[in-house]
């Protein structure tokens, strides 16, 4: 009887280590970014839940079916970076990326709404959270996108795999950042 070793977790990640290192550092700050939206919300919750009235809701949600279909089809592109459904792989990557690029424009129209209201990062604290949250966000689905289109390009399956776990991270902070900033009452 052989013993066949069990694979450790570092060699059972999708995609290379480094990633994982850049997606836990980011989910951290994240994290310390969500604390302290929290934190200073529990000073001020009747302020706090005036100035979330301002904010688009729907725009919010469809924003949120928006990602997860984006990751849905970048999900899509794992199952299909074989060689036989290269071309697939690549035109879902195409699509996720669309997809965050639709995304922006709806938080770019949520973004100058505020700004038509005089609502800077000054009017609240909420507001200064809010953008602080959702911009750092947003610079992420940019980044996203481009590793995204980069990889489309540079369809290995590593690259699929490593672009995928970034672009699934992006998705989960969204996935947070909804119900916290959005909905929370």
């Known amino acids: 009887m052989t013993h066949t070793p069990t694979p450790s977790l570092l060699e059972e990640l999708p995609g290379d280590l480094l990633i994982w290192v850049l997606i836990i550092s980011e989910l951290l700050v994240f994290g310390a970014g969500f604390t302290a939206f929290l934190s200073v919300r529990l000073t001020d ?97 940019i980044a996203g996108v481009l590793v995204l289109l980069l990889i489309a390009w540079r369809d290995s399956p590593e690259n699929i795999e490593t672009g995928a776990a970034f672009w699934h991270m992006v998705d989960l902070v969204w996935v947070l950042l909804f119900p916290v900033v959005y909905l929370l009452a």
């Open 45 to 141: 919750p009747v302020g706090f839940a005036e100035a979330q009235t301002h904010l688009h809701r729907v725009g919010a949600a469809i924003n949120t079916i928006v990602l997860i279909s984006s990751g849905f089809l970048a999900a899509l592109a794992l199952k299909w970076r074989n060689a036989t459904r290269r071309v697939a792989a690549r035109l879902a990557l195409i699509g996720a990326a669309l997809l965050g690029v639709a995304f922006l424009v709806i938080k770019w129209i949520e973004y100058a709404d505020k700004a038509a209201q005089g609502i800077t990062y000054e009017t609240h604290p909420f507001f200064m959270f809010y953008y602080l949250l959702t911009g750092f966000h947003a610079a992420h689905v």
